[in-house]
């Protein structure tokens, strides 16, 4: 029997959120790459919610933007309504979420891949991964064929040994019904490999003419809407916007759910994964928070090409009939039509903690991992990871060192220090309290603190660049000018501060004290600052942030200065923590087990106290 035979630089296993990042990301660096997945259908597929951005994940795909990945151009090129999350707070939790339609932004997704150079799509599952004295030399299909690589990105996403199950319905596909991925688990496990169970879930969708909307509270987007990606025109993405609704549920939804709660899946022991806490089902919701006497339930379109609702906020696994009651149940859906019924998922998923901030693994040269598969949830978080991959894999063929951001960088960076240095015993969740410096890492600035790492990577062109410099030296100036630009108590002045509640002057005060006022913004100043020239919105916004909160904004830069120095205090990779004395036990096994980079890197692994960094310390320090 005669074989295919290839040779690539890297594959990419899975064409999900990760997938499509990681691959775009080495193609684009000059690799030949080929990307497989089990169906051409899953490419960049949105088998739960139909949004991409939200609370902290908006930070993710701006950052994904600002390093030269296609997840914000993408959303900004499909999506059907979008909305600035979070504008009653302060700048560094404002983040954009956007309505996608689902079959659009598959199909734009999929034009990229084709039309990227280096890039190949394949319709095969891999079922080997090929390794040699420690390093990865290729992939095995199930057709059996050969592909010889240099390097590998597993962007597995929910489909290993994925199982849907609801009631007593079980089946062995991935989600939306697409065949599973069953054969890649054993080829890892027989590399040692640790693999794991986790489990998500979705709601039902419901036929839009079924719905009555009247009994409901629309949701609109945004009048103005501003676009995820720093290269889309702002009045490109300024058009016509779909509704979502807003409804309730109530006792009778919940009272249905108690008296069959004993058919859920999920409390029968049917289901062994564990699921994400931050995004839990409605049946755990009623169980584990009796007290309250109604959950949200939002209404979001599946796209315009469709009628499908999807039921955000009632994700379940209960059985159909049970299903059928608890919707009908709730204010505008009782005459509902379930077109999909919701559903868990089961899949394997593996520990992170065996992969490098670089997301190599530590005991496979040439193997990385990326999205879903590395124990996370999330559209958003699978395309930063797939991205980052991506890169190290390019870099790893290149010969470059691996490129890394740490905590103060980027969400990224938290993101990927977490995954990789924590115990994450459920779906991990990016959140902007798990960021510590998250006043520097705002959505609004990740072009200015990420464009120039994407440029010396290779992702970004010339022309984005130097708009970029362009950008900061106009900032600059003109935080400059309106620190050094003062007004006096002219009747003028007086006037205006009257006018927005603002304490007269006694004395001339620069703009910039006037712009720390906290009922003045630089944007409100423009009637007393003839000197103003015309500056692009984006210029105004981070002029007015960065005057307004520079007090705040100093000292969380004094936090990471003090937060760099113990990521600089590098441990050597031979070192034996048996033979350090004064270390515990557990310190030492955990130590030794998760082989850190850094002091900083150690004192985040959970079971390593402050007295055993400081034992760490003194011990280096005398090699």
Not at 210 to 224: A, L, N, P, T
Not at 401 to 413: C, K, Q
Not at 566 to 571: A, F, N, P, S, T
Request: charge should be neutral.
């Amino acid at each position: 029997m005669s074989l295919v035979e290839e040779f690539v630089d890297v594959v990419v296993i899975g064409a999900g959120h990760a997938g499509c990042e990681a691959a775009l990301a080495c193609a684009r660096l000059g690799m030949r790459t080929v990307i497989f997945t089990v169906s051409v259908d899953s490419i960049a597929l949105m088998p739960c919610n139909p949004n991409i951005g939200g609370s902290s994940k908006g930070h993710l795909v701006r950052e994904v933007d600002a390093l030269g990945g296609e997840m914000g151009k993408n959303i900004d090129k499909t999506f059907i309504q979008s909305k600035m999350l979070n504008q009653s707070k302060g700048p560094a939790v404002h983040s954009l979420r956007a309505q996608a339609d689902k079959s659009d932004y598959t199909r734009s997704m999929r034009q990229v891949l084709e039309q990227t150079e280096n890039l190949e799509i394949k319709q095969l599952e891999v079922t080997d991964l090929l390794v040699e004295e420690g390093q990865l030399t290729g992939v095995k299909t199930y057709s059996g064929s050969i592909f010889h690589c240099k390097a590998a990105v597993l962007c597995a996403g929910t489909y290993s040994k994925a199982r849907c199950i609801y009631g007593d319905v079980s089946m062995y596909t991935g989600p939306n019904g697409l065949a599973a991925a069953n054969h890649l688990t054993d080829s890892l496990r027989s590399l040692g490999i640790e693999v794991r169970r986790f489990k998500t879930g979705t709601p039902a969708r419901i036929a839009g003419p079924s719905i009555d909307y009247s009994k409901m509270e629309e949701q609109k987007g945004d009048e103005r809407v501003v676009p995820f990606s720093f290269t889309t025109d702002p009045e490109s993405v300024q058009k016509e916007q779909v509704s979502c609704w807003l409804t309730y549920t109530n006792e009778k939804t919940h009272e249905i759910i108690r008296n069959n709660i004993d058919r859920s899946p999920l409390y029968s022991g049917k289901i062994k994964g564990t699921g994400p806490r931050y995004c839990p089902s409605i049946e755990d919701k009623v169980m584990k928070f009796p007290d309250k006497d109604r959950h949200q339930v939002f209404i979001e379109p599946e796209g315009i090409h469709t009628n499908e609702m999807y039921i955000s906020g009632m994700s379940s696994s209960l059985p159909e009939d049970v299903q059928i009651a608890m919707y009908r149940s709730v204010p505008g859906l009782e005459q509902a039509r379930l077109v999909k019924n919701a559903y868990a998922i089961e899949y394997d998923c593996i520990d992170a903690r065996q992969l490098k901030l670089s997301l190599e693994f530590k005991e496979i040269s040439g193997l990385f991992s990326a999205g879903q598969f590395n124990g996370s949830s999330g559209y958003e978080e699978a395309a930063a990871q797939g991205l980052i991959a991506g890169i190290n894999a390019a870099r790893k063929i290149q010969g470059k060192e691996p490129f890394i951001l740490d905590r103060s960088e980027a969400y990224i960076g938290v993101l990927i220090d977490d995954l990789v240095t924590k115990e994450n015993v459920e779906p991990y969740r990016m959140m902007t309290s798990r960021a510590e410096y998250r006043l520097l890492l705002r959505q609004d600035n990740a072009d200015l603190r990420l464009t120039e790492k994407g440029y010396e990577i290779g992702l970004i062109d010339e022309e984005r660049y130097q708009k970029l410099l362009e950008k900061k030296e106009r900032i600059a100036a003109e935080i400059q000018r309106v620190e050094s630009t003062y007004v006096s108590d002219h009747s003028n002045v007086q006037d205006f501060l009257r006018a927005h509640g603002s304490t007269e002057l006694k004395s001339s005060i620069c703009l910039g004290e006037l712009v720390r006022r906290p009922e003045l913004t630089y944007e409100m100043l423009s009637e007393i600052d003839p000197g103003r020239s015309p500056l692009p919105a984006d210029v105004r916004e981070q002029v007015n942030i960065s005057i307004k909160y520079k007090g705040y904004l100093d000292r969380q830069i004094r936090q990471v200065e003090q937060f760099k120095k113990l990521e600089k205090k590098q441990i050597p990779e031979t070192i034996d923590y048996n033979r350090i004395s004064g270390l515990r036990l557990e310190a030492q096994q955990k130590l030794a087990k998760y082989r850190p980079t850094s002091i900083g890197q150690a004192s985040r692994i959970a079971g390593v106290s402050p007295a055993d960094i400081s034992v760490l310390l003194v011990y280096i320090k005398n090699l």
